[in-house]
């Protein structure tokens, strides 16, 4: 067996003191070791011999050139933060002075615009007169997803105890444990109250949970998912659906109808408000479509 380099034995440690002293999870361990074992082959390959032989200039020209071969930004920002922290812990530990890692950032990513259903194609998704339970029971789910714009985790979340107010509002729990208490709309109560008194045939072997499944218990993330693409495909939508893409329905038509993006960003737990900004260019590119399409000067004039 090849011995350990110095590096390696460093990096091990580092390893060491993630999994024992900072209890990581075992994802964060796997990227970590992912992406230092990327640095360990490099610094090799370099024929380095001390980490005070790295320096920010180098560490730049290693994050082009593997930029370069592909890798992409988000794994980038990752990766240099995974050798952020490494330094960090040899500052730490006397072997290093500073950190060449500080002062450096990956490109950033070109963020995608959300998918989102138009205001028509939300009613045709919305519009549903079977009396089956768990078609009740999916009805109050996607009423819901579009009335106040919940997260998947948040819907499947929910207790019977969620909703004050005879139903007019309900309260989750967001990320990082944030409570937040939203209005439910008239459909959406409506299509709520039904749920519940077809939910007392259901065997109950969760008491609190809102929404079961047909075995009684709490709803899954998956089985939403399922029956959510389920009945899009039934409705004929054009496109596959997803309950994420309900909520990005929700912020896009609110803040069309608004313009208030406070307002949204409070209705969706954003808690920074550039995550809700991009629905304002959601809004902006489909200003841009209409007006490609209606304004004189813009029109592609058509052939003869």
């Known amino acids: ?12 440690a580092f390893l060491d003191y993630l999994k024992f002293e900072k209890n990581s999870s075992r994802h964060t361990l796997s990227a970590y070791t992912r992406d230092l074992a990327k640095l360990t082959v490099w610094l090799e390959a370099q024929a380095l011999f001390s980490w005070s032989d790295i320096s920010e200039k180098r560490l730049r020209y290693w994050l082009a050139e593997l930029h370069r071969q592909g890798l992409q930004s988000k794994s980038l920002q990752r990766l240099l933060s995974s050798v952020r922290s ?30 989102t259903l138009d205001t028509d194609q939300m009613h045709a998704l919305l519009e549903n007169s079977d009396d089956d339970p768990l078609v009740v029971r999916d009805q109050a789910m996607l009423e819901l997803f579009y009335s106040s714009g919940l997260r998947l985790s948040e819907l499947v979340g929910l207790n019977l105890e969620s909703f004050k107010e005879e139903y007019q509002q309900v309260k989750v729990l967001g990320k990082g444990g944030k409570e937040r208490l939203l209005p439910v709309g008239s459909k959406a109560r409506n299509a709520v109250k039904q749920w519940l008194t077809v939910r007392a045939t259901f065997p109950v072997k969760d008491e ?29 939508m054009p496109t596959s659906v997803h309950p994420h893409m309900l909520r990005h329905s929700f912020a896009s038509h609110m803040l069309e109808s608004s313009g208030d993006l406070r307002a949204v960003q409070e209705l969706l737990g954003h808690s920074d408000i550039s995550t809700t900004q991009i629905y304002t260019h959601l809004d902006f590119q489909h200003l841009a479509d209409v007006y490609d399409k209606a304004h004189p000067r813009a ?3 058509n052939k003869d």
């Open 86 to 115: 490494l330094f960090r812990y040899l500052n730490r530990q006397g072997v290093v002075e500073g950190n060449p890692a500080k002062g450096l950032s990956a490109p950033k990513a070109s963020r995608k615009l959300p998918v």
């Open 299 to 301: 029109r592609k004039k």
């Open 1 to 12: 067996m090849q011995p350990k380099t110095p590096f390696q034995q460093d990096v091990d």
């Open 208 to 236: 609190q949970a809102m929404f079961l499944s047909k075995q009684g218990e709490r709803i899954s993330q998956r089985q939403v998912q399922n029956r959510v693409k389920r009945q899009a495909q039934e409705q004929g």
